[in-house]
């Protein structure tokens, strides 16, 4: 069975400090991983999405940025926190064909103080 | 681009009653319609999809119904309990159309009152 590990799963950073944040995926190969956020409120923003190793396409302008390294390993990262990147950040996978399901995983609470 | 609208964004309802929340997208591509429930502090979990060549799916308590005419659709939850409170997504897609993927709604808050 497929499973989607995120890591960590809370975390603390002061203003202009920089993040990583780590995904990674186990029982399947090529899949599509997503960098979401959730702002205060319920919503679901689509930040990244990679189809491939090195391939990343961004949805949204902003101060992260994101790598595939690994086929199953995906990462969000940004240079120098602002307040406005706090909030709970979801990977999620999905098979490279056939479907659009996406299965999240259990999601990283951010704070910037 | 695909739009999701959801309602209501909040619903409390007493606990054994049905619960229905309704989606509308407006890409008429769209064919296949996902929903999940997520609990506090944790990722969303896929608790029922339906795709466009069927109009309604049943898993137990909870049921989706698709009306490809007036582009919505609905979850409905029978015989709730307290622990179906959490906040519920639809989403929507165009199976093939890119890995971008869903287009999600902006959630409904439900509450079961015991």
């Known amino acids: 069975s497929q499973t989607i590990h995120q890591w960590p799963a809370t975390l603390v950073q002061p203003v202009g400090s920089p993040l990583s944040l780590e995904c990674t995926v186990e029982?399947?190969?090529?899949?599509?991983l997503y960098w979401y956020r959730q702002a205060a409120g319920r919503g679901l923003q689509l930040l990244f999405y990679?189809?491939?190793?090195?391939?990343i396409s961004s949805e949204v302008p902003q101060n992260l940025s994101a790598s595939r390294p690994q086929d199953r390993q995906f990462i969000l990262s940004s240079k120098k926190l602002l307040l406005s990147d706090s909030g709970f950040y979801l990977c999620?996978?999905?098979?490279?064909?056939?479907?659009?399901?996406?299965?999240f995983g259990p999601g990283t609470r951010l704070t910037v103080l | 681009g695909e739009n999701v609208e959801q309602h209501p964004s909040t619903l409390s309802v007493q606990e054994g009653d049905s619960a229905v929340i309704k989606c509308t997208y407006s890409?008429?591509?769209?064919?296949?319609f996902p929903w999940y429930k997520q609990e506090l502090g944790k990722g969303p979990q896929l608790i029922i999809d339906?795709?466009?060549?069927?109009g309604e799916k049943k898993d137990q308590r909870i049921a989706v119904t698709l009306n490809k005419t007036a582009k919505h659709f609905s979850l409905h939850i029978t015989e709730t309990q307290p622990e179906d409170s959490a906040v519920y997504f639809c989403?929507?897609?165009?199976?093939?159309?890119?890995?971008?993927?869903?287009?999600f709604g902006k959630g409904t808050h439900l509450i079961i009152q015991p």
């Open positions: 339906i795709r466009s060549n069927v």
């Open positions: 999620a996978w999905a098979y490279r064909v056939s479907t659009d399901t996406q299965y």
């Open positions: 990679s189809v491939g190793i090195g391939q």
């Open positions: 890409d008429s591509a769209s064919n296949y």
């Open positions: 029982g399947t190969s090529n899949p599509n």
């Open positions: 989403a929507a897609s165009d199976l093939g159309g890119g890995a971008d993927g869903l287009t």
